[in-house]
C-alpha cells in the first residue's frame, strides 16, 4: 500500500532560524497537504498542493510539490516558539481515494 | 463558517461497552473522512462517507462502523470496546471538489477505555 515517510521523527531548533521537512512516498501522489497539530487539537490545514513543481508559500511557510510527484517539502523560516507542533504531510492519488498520512515531525523550538 | 465540530470532546467507557461519536462537517462539505490517532501509529484511516454512502474504508475490524445522515452529518460506533481503542478519534470534511482534496479536521474525541 501506499505509504509516506518523515524523517526525523523530531526536530530541535532555535528560535529565529529556518527548518525545513521532506516527506517521500514510494508512489505518486497527484495532492500533497501538509497539517500541523497542537497538542489535544485536531490537524490544522497549513498548505495544500495540486500540481507537480508547484511552489505555495502561506507567511513563513512555504511547500513545494516534487517534480517526480513522489515528494514534498515544507520550510518554515524564521521559527518562533509557536512553531512548536507535529507537522504532518498527507497525500492522496485520485480523486475518490483516501488521504495517506505521515507519521509527522515533532518540531521544538528553543527560545 | 463554522469548523468540524465534534461531540464529545473526551470520554471515558469501560472495556465491552460500546460508543457512539459525532461529527458536523463545514456547511456545504459532503465528504467526512474519520481518523484513529494514537502515538504509535499516528494517524490511521478508518473509513469515508460521502452523500450517506461508505466510499473508502480503513484496516479496522468491523467493531468500527458509520454512518452519515442527508445533512452530512455523520457518526461513529465502535462496538465491545477494548484497551487498544483508546485514542484520539478526528473527523475531517472536506468540499471533495473534482481535483482538489482539501480536508479540514475537527478538534478530536479522546477516548480513554478502563
Known amino acids: 500500500g501506499q505509504q509516506l515517510n518523515q524523517s526525523p521523527q523530531s526536530m530541535f531548533i532555535q528560535e529565529g532560524e529556518d527548518v525545513s521537512m521532506n516527506c517521500t512516498s514510494s508512489?505518486?501522489?497527484?495532492?500533497w497537504l501538509w497539517y500541523k497539530q497542537d497538542p489535544g487539537e485536531g490537524p490544522v490545514l497549513l498548505i495544500a498542493?495540486?500540481?507537480?513543481?508547484e511552489l505555495t508559500s502561506n507567511g513563513r511557510l512555504t511547500a513545494q510539490f516534487g517534480i517526480t510527484r513522489k515528494d514534498s517539502f515544507l520550510n518554515i523560516s524564521a521559527s518562533i516558539p509557536s512553531d512548536v507542533g507535529i507537522y504532518f504531510c498527507?497525500?492522496?492519488?485520485?480523486?475518490?481515494?483516501?488521504?495517506?498520512f505521515g507519521k509527522g515531525i515533532t518540531l521544538s523550538v528553543r527560545p | 463558517k463554522a469548523g468540524v465540530t465534534q461531540t464529545p470532546r473526551y470520554l471515558i467507557k469501560t472495556r465491552g461497552q460500546q460508543v457512539t461519536l459525532s461529527c458536523s462537517p463545514i456547511?456545504?462539505?459532503?465528504?467526512v473522512s474519520w481518523y484513529q490517532q494514537t502515538p504509535g501509529q499516528g494517524l490511521q484511516f478508518l473509513f469515508e462517507?460521502?452523500?450517506?454512502?461508505?466510499?473508502n474504508k480503513g484496516n479496522f475490524p468491523g467493531r468500527f462502523s458509520g454512518r452519515q445522515f442527508s445533512n452530512s452529518r455523520s457518526e461513529m460506533n465502535v462496538s465491545t470496546l477494548e484497551l487498544g481503542d483508546s485514542a484520539l478519534y478526528l473527523c475531517?470534511?472536506?468540499?471533495?471538489?473534482?481535483?482538489?482534496?482539501?480536508?479540514?479536521f475537527g478538534p478530536g474525541t479522546r477516548l480513554l477505555v478502563l
Open positions: 498527507a497525500g492522496q492519488f485520485g480523486a475518490n481515494s483516501k488521504l495517506t
Open positions: 462517507y460521502f452523500s450517506e454512502t461508505q466510499r
Open positions: 498542493l495540486y500540481k507537480a513543481g
Open positions: 508512489s505518486i501522489f497527484n495532492t
Open positions: 456547511s456545504g462539505h459532503r465528504s
Open positions: 475531517a470534511s472536506s468540499p471533495r471538489e473534482m481535483g482538489q482534496e482539501t480536508q479540514y
